[in-house]
């Protein structure tokens, strides 16, 4: 049976040429870029190579980029890091309620430590109200989180426009964009962003490698003290080989990146297509207009999501109930809580699937067919 | 080529490195996912785990993965502040302590909390004696390196857990990232254990907070609460294989060629204890068998790192860490060596694939190296 693996938001396979870029250095550079022999400044100039790869990428200059073992470090380190650093101004923080647990857990954190966090609640498309954030916003406030693209439902948020809105304001305005980044074309100038998450095995990277752009002149709290690696705002040798991987992937996902949007919006309607053709009644969780292209989330009324992803499975379909990071034990989702309320049925019924490198028209169809025979089955139709 | 730099880092094992390469091929699932690729890859991860317990006599549970020895420092020290602090709020460490741990420190302290960096003796070793009259009621945390990174020294890592095993409220880590694979070290009286791959040819971006289980810590990440909640970030299969792999290696090699590279050491001491103008800061007794560190006299360290370097033999001033700040050895400047010799200093470490012949060759080339350089100084 072939497996058709759709939860590339989860994580995903690595590009073959990002493999051989990491065995590469592995093998031949494998020296300490802190080191001054010539082991140590060819290990340093893969490390520059990448981070003006980074750079280029969003539109940032060399130094506004660290490099962090992922995109969970990268968020703590920008959010924790500005409220540590920017206490004196306030004690206040904005995100909203469908952040990723990397954002929420550290913001809960921060409220146990005396900060105080304004969780803005989101409408059924799943996109927050500009309108609330401007009433949220105080004079102490420090720092707005707000995610470029949800991970479950996959809505985007009007980054630009909170990016005009903080334009004037001392708050610093950080998104992570760890599932947005290599699917949505993204200029942190323009858009005026002031820090941004990256996570490299999102985009066929490696894994426990991410970064973090930091605007030049952010005050920024380090959290890992040691030696004086990433302008000492991040310690810790820097892990080479999985940078070289790293550069190789944001390569690949920048020259992709139109025909990678265009197969996956057009693998969206595809699955969409087959269960309509085939009767199935079915949500969708967000909106099709302001959405990821690889990530889809639907709700099937009268099925559970246990017996739905176990079915997956056993016909070959690796697909999610919601983040992967939640669905070690499946608890109800807080994004579809945020969009839907508590006592919503789609809490229970919602299926995320995510496309990614490898996946094919065919296989879509296989999918879309696995899908509507068990959604069927489970519904006594 | 002779690479004499191992302590700044190593070159992975081939086996390592197929075995990152194969997972991340064949199991790229998140551990996380519930589907079939997630559970092959928490499997492998669990698989992993096992044995790096294994190899290091405990339980399976008592290992929190990290992304390296800087963040397994970082979080064994502040985790343990946090979540103790209301018991008390003094550390004790010692001077010659990487920075992850030193800095570590120092930023505890302007959060209020009291540090005692301990000092050493000219062998650069602490005493237990000195840890016994540091602790206080508030002391928490004894944080003390099992090897010295710069100089190879050993702490009397037993003596200071059996001290602490008679003070049920002081927890006890040890930075073990350069000892591990080289001098044995037991964590049976050890709370908190600090290892980094790279440094025991796995992968850079890999490292192991070992913690006895009880211990109370405060997580620095905070997320998908992987890793028992310890630290969220998703799990890194590939390069935790490859740890677990390399870890087994070096400790078969420890055992097979242990003596060898002891032997190299040796040699290589004895011939540089033959020159007039060469100072050995490196301890005769209770030194690790890879880490040599000497001056040659009016020579700027840098210049001979530089000068070896083009003649094939890749060395380091101090930790490659601090290498590039040019500032003079804090651990050598604790240990009374005076300012203009600790400038000199160089640091050669070996790995189990060095040979004497290595060695000879080396020796030969410093002493045809200094000369020429002797002049251009002068």
Redesign the interface.
Known sequence: ME?I?L?HA?????HPEV?EA??RQ??EV???P???????RTARHVVDTARSTAAKSIGADFNEIIFT?????A??LAITGIAKAMKQKGRHIITTAIE???VL??C??LEREGHEVTYLPVGEDGQLRLADLEEALREDTILVSVMYGNNEVGTLQPIADIGQLLKDHQAVFHTDAVQAYGMESIDVKAAHIDLLSV?S?KING????GFLYAKEGIALEP???????ERKRR????????IAGFNKAIELAASSLEEKRELYTGFKKQLINILEDKQITFHLNGTLEQSLPHVVNLSFPGTDVESM?VN??LAG?????G??????S?EPSHVLVAMYGKDSDRLRNSIRFSFGLTNTKEQIDQAGEAVAKIVARLTNK | MIYFDNSATTKPYKEALSTYVKVNEQFFGNPSSLHHLGLQAERLLFESRKQMASLLGTEAENIIFTSGGTEANNLAIKGTALANMHRGRHIITQQTEHPSVINACQQLEEHGFRVSYLPVDSHGQVSAEDVAAALTNETILVSIMHVNNETGAIQPIQEIAKLLKNEPQVLFHVDDVQGRGKVPLNLENIDLCTLSAHKFHGLKGNGVLYKKKGVKLSALLSGGNQESGFRSGTENAGGVAAMAKALRLIEEHRREHGERLRAVQQFLRKELEGRQDVIIHTPREGCAPHILNFSVERLKGEVLVHALEERGCYLSTTSACSSRQKKTSTVLTAMGVPKEIADSSVRLSLSYENTRQEAEAFIQILKDTIPTLAKVQR
């Open positions: 497996r693996y939860d989860a994580t995903t396979p690595m493999i990491v065995s592995m093998g494998f020296g300490n802190s080191s001054i022999h010539s082991f140590g073992s992922g995109g969970t470090e968020d703590n990723h647990h990397a857990h550290t809960e954190q996570s095995h490696p894994k426990g490698i959290a890992l003290f040691g030696g004086e690696q310690a810790g040798t820097e892990n080479v080989p999985a992803l997956l499975d379909i690796a697909a999610s109930s983040s992967a990071c939640t669905a070690g499946i």
